[in-house]
């Protein structure tokens, strides 16, 4: 297969995203590379990452592109969980404590940060809007979250996680309250759970 078809079926592929990593493991030199996107009218959308010009962006799939260490959590969690009422309006990451988080702040992600040691609890993948697969807390650490960080994150966000949660035919009691002991939320996840369950 030639360099251009090699190219043109990975953008394909990603939606009409376009990265140098991926590109320079098929193989294909950066000067071809560059070339391509050049000729084929590709917008930069951060280093390394450009954007055909049918493309829609992906914010959240170009984030962690950018930070492949950011998980998406609370908020952002909850939306592509299907457990939010609303989009939100910033993007949430988790990363783990002492990772340089100035950047991120400064483009308006807001950022948490946990002990290494909890950092890959419940890791899974989701699907973005645009189709994209990224990096994100299962349900239960995400319910744990924003217990958790219950004064940063609003009241009825936190409702409506909870009440969408115990509606869901794979939800998992014992793996939260698991989590639950891990994160001590244990004890306001039950009065929840007696409310609603």
Same mark, same amino acid.
């Given at each position: 297969m ?5 190219l ?8 009409g995203i ?6 320079v ?14 000729r ?12 055909a010009?049918?493309a ?9 592109s ?6 998406f ?33 400064n ?29 994100i ?25 909870l009440?969408?949660? /115990? ?27 007696? /409310?609603?369950?």
């Amino acid at each position: 297969m030639k360099k251009r078809e090699l190219l043109e079926r990975l953008s394909q592929e990603n939606h009409g995203i376009l990265k140098t990593s991926d590109a320079v493991s098929l193989g294909i030199s950066k000067p071809y590379f560059l070339e391509f996107i050049k000729r084929n009218e590709y917008e930069k959308a951060a280093h390394g990452i450009y954007l055909a010009p049918d493309a829609w962006e992906d914010g959240m799939y170009i984030l962690q592109s950018r930070c492949p260490q950011a998980v998406f959590s609370h908020e952002a969690a909850l939306y592509l969980l299907d457990l939010a009422e609303r989009e939100p309006l910033k993007y949430t990451v988790t990363l783990k404590a002492g990772y340089k988080t100035t950047n991120l702040s400064n483009q308006g992600v807001k950022v948490y940060t946990v002990k290494k040691e909890r950092y890959p609890i419940g890791i899974t993948e989701a699907k973005t809007p645009m189709g994209h697969t990224v990096r994100i807390y299962n349900a239960e650490r995400t319910i744990c979250d924003i217990l958790q960080s219950r004064s940063q994150v609003e009241i009825q966000d936190r409702q409506a996680a909870l009440k969408g949660y /115990v509606r869901r035919k794979d939800r998992n009691i014992p793996l939260l309250m698991e989590y639950a002991k891990e994160f001590k939320v244990d004890k306001i996840l039950r009065t929840y759970l007696e /409310v609603l369950l």
